[in-house]
């Protein structure tokens, strides 16, 4: 049983997985809910589901209230100047490719250069990809030192005067590192480029101020910060919006249609296309309060204390090899990604689900930047604020089962 306080909001946790109590290290991919997120969830459905913004009735005044506050307060929870700067999604994913091809494709010309980082996941990479295809342009990647930080010589020789867009993520879905986002807008601002920052892996970590950071536009999904899955959010400057085509054109995004044209809504609604996602938007606004009742402090605190603790007990083992854990602790996220020698990490992952420990194996939708580390998979244990050095300790005792299973120790 864990000895982590918070573990007791969260019900999944209280469970066993192969007769075993679950151990889940698989938070980079999506978190567990607290009952709190479960409440407002059915509250809205079982209390006052309807439409927004289409109704005079009360249960659609009501949707459309919890809906707009949602968005209010992922405003304040980010920092955004206006509420109508944010635009609600079904995740990450569909946030990029909104400014993939509502901005990029109408503002990318032959020749121009859109910059990434080999760290992005393909949600930030192979929309650029298209873009560069279809627009003519030229697709340029910032590379790592040797510790897997982006380069600061990469950055300063990778953006020039020809660099329309530079899209990084903050941090590291794999290596679990933060990038200096301010750093890397700055340079890309002084070369007249736009700035799209992948906050996937970021925002439910640690405070994130889009205004301090400077960025120009900035995605993340709620269910990586113990919302439902199938809400996103896309910030963007009020500007660079209102100039932009929508992504999706229907229902609720437009002011009128006659039959040969159509005049769009006003922010945020026009890249709100059809019936939205209101529970999911009750979901991540109690999301919002959990984290903050805890506060960003307890969140690091915890997630520092889990890594400090499990790399040591990790170099114990001679035949773990690990990725993007040489950097300094204050550049060092809850993500430890590692392989075991002469096991495929889909074999590690099996064994230790028998094991009731859920952690990823694979390439983590991050394919060139594998490729870049010489590397075809990892094994990725992801922390979060409910796991504690108990669940630590039940990883490497898998970790040795997994050698026994395969043989390879007695």
């Keep these: 049983m864990s000895s982590n306080k918070y573990i007791r909001d969260f019900p999944i946790l209280n469970q066993t997985m192969n007769g075993k109590p679950i151990v889940y290290l698989d938070n980079g ?10 409440r407002a969830i059915c509250g ?56 993939a091809y509502s901005y990029g494709l109408n503002n990318i010309n032959v020749g121009d250069e859109i910059v990434l980082t080999i760290l992005e996941h393909h949600s930030n990479l192979v929309p650029w990809q298209q873009v560069a295809k279809a627009k003519g ?17 990469e950055i300063d020789s990778k953006i020039t005067e020809q660099t329309k867009i530079v899209a990084l993520t903050q941090v590291s879905n794999v290596l679990g590192l933060v990038n200096d986002v301010k750093k890397v807008a700055d340079k890309a601002h002084s070369v007249g480029a736009v700035v799209v920052v992948d906050g996937s892996q970021s925002v439910p970590h640690m405070k994130v101020d889009v205004k301090a950071l400077n960025v120009d536009f900035f995605a993340f999904s709620g269910h990586k910060m113990l919302a439902p899955m199938g809400i996103g959010v896309l910030y963007g400057k009020e500007k660079l919006l209102e100039d932009m085509t929508p992504f999706l054109t229907g229902g609720d995004m437009i002011e009128y249609v006659e039959e040969q044209t159509t005049t769009f809504a006003e922010l945020p609604s026009k890249f709100e296309a059809g019936t939205q996602n ?45 990725y993007g854990c040489n950097s300094k602790k204050s550049n060092k996220t809850g993500i430890v990604t590692f392989n075991v020698k002469d096991v495929h990490p889909h074999d590690v992952a099996t064994i230790l689900d028998a094991e009731g420990v859920a952690i990823r194996a694979g390439h983590h939708c991050a394919q060139p930047l594998h ?8 094994c990725r244990a992801s922390f979060y ?6 669940d630590v300790d039940r990883l490497i ?10 043989h390879l120790d007695s």
């Design 137 to 153: 342009a030229i697709l340029k990647y910032i590379y790592l030192d040797q510790d897997g930080n982006v380069n600061d010589e």
């Design 44 to 99: 809205y459905y079982g209390g006052c589901n309807a439409n927004p913004h289409r109704g005079a009735y009360e249960l659609s005044v009501k949707a459309t209230d919890i809906y707009e506050s949602a968005r209010a307060k992922v405003a304040k929870f980010i920092n955004a100047e206006k509420p109508m700067e944010i635009i609600f999604t079904k995740n990450a994913t569909e946030s990029l490719n909104l400014v």
């Design 278 to 322: 209101v529970g999911g938007a009750a979901g991540l606004s109690a999301a919002i309060d959990y984290i903050e009742k805890i506060g960003f402090d307890e969140i690091e605190r915890i997630e520092r204390e889990l890594v400090d603790y499990a790399l040591p007990r990790l170099r114990e083992l001679p035949y773990i090899e690990l």
């Design 385 to 390: 604020l409910y796991n504690s050095t108990d």
């Design 397 to 406: 005792e898998g970790l040795k089962k997994v050698r026994k299973v395969m």
């Design 29 to 38: 991919a999506t978190t567990q809910k607290p009952d709190s997120v479960v």
């Design 371 to 378: 490729r870049y580390l010489g590397i075809n998979s990892t």
